[in-house]
């Protein structure tokens, strides 16, 4: 699948590969529509530059969006072509696991909220939740299919390493994973040290 990575850098500035980037990744989860718009008008607001601290930013870091990593899973996520009140709604468990709820899910459950993983349903009827796919707290094997199944492998899936790559072949000083519709700024600590915490204060406010 195609992803893309939308650059911005200040007008005149010369592309160098010294200076710092900031990379904002959105839409790992398909059912998260509002993940993948906002960062939309994150790249809109970045490039019309109506507030000065923005320029003032781009002075000093370049900043990539990827504002689709899970283009399948999005489009598998949208039968009604871009009408938010209609998304695909599946069967989590039962004999009718993957299947719309439409059909009935027997004894199982229907996941009301919309498709979460991407497309590949080889191992797990619900796709691969890509967030669980790294290779940091990797869960390992599980037979367990369900909205959370981590995948074969860290890294088995083509948009997870896609991402990697993409780290790994710049010079990414942060990165903003944008996920909804929670009303929450995490960082990689999930604790309480100073600088941490004085940074996710910067950051929310």
């Known amino acids: ?18 200076k710092n980037q900031i990379l ?8 998260e529509w509002l993940a993948a718009e906002a960062c939309y008008w994150l790249v809109e607001d970045l490039v019309a530059q109506r507030d000065a601290d923005i ?4 002075h000093h870091v370049d900043v990539w969006v990827i504002p689709q990593t899970n283009p399948a899973g999005r489009i598998l996520d949208d039968p009604s072509h871009g009408d938010p009140a209609h998304f695909l709604q ?20 229907c996941a009301t909220g919309g498709w979460r993983g991407n497309r590949n ?25 369900n909205l959370t199944y981590p995948g074969e ?12 790559r993409f780290v790994n072949n710049r010079m ?13 700024l995490d960082h990689s600590w999930y ?3 100073a600088p941490s915490t004085a940074m996710t204060d910067e950051l929310g406010a």
Request: glycine letters at 10%; hydrophobic letters at 30%; one cysteine or more.
């Open 1 to 18: 699948e195609v992803q893309l990575a939308i650059r911005i850098r200040l007008a005149g500035t010369p592309p160098t590969e010294t």
């Open 24 to 31: 904002f990744e959105c839409g790992m989860h398909a059912r």
């Open 55 to 58: 320029a003032e930013l781009l």
């Open 90 to 109: 599946v069967c989590e468990s039962g004999p009718n696991i993957g299947l719309p709820c439409s059909g009935g899910c027997g004894t199982g459950d």
């Open 121 to 145: 349903t080889t191992t797990c009827e619900l796709g691969v939740d890509l967030a669980r796919n790294f290779s940091y707290d990797w869960r390992g094997p599980t037979k367990d299919c």
């Open 153 to 164: 492998a860290s890294f088995s899936e083509p948009e997870t390493r896609n991402l990697r």
């Open 172 to 184: 990414i000083s942060a990165v903003v994973i944008v996920h909804s519709p929670s009303q929450q």
């Open 191 to 193: 604790g309480s040290h």
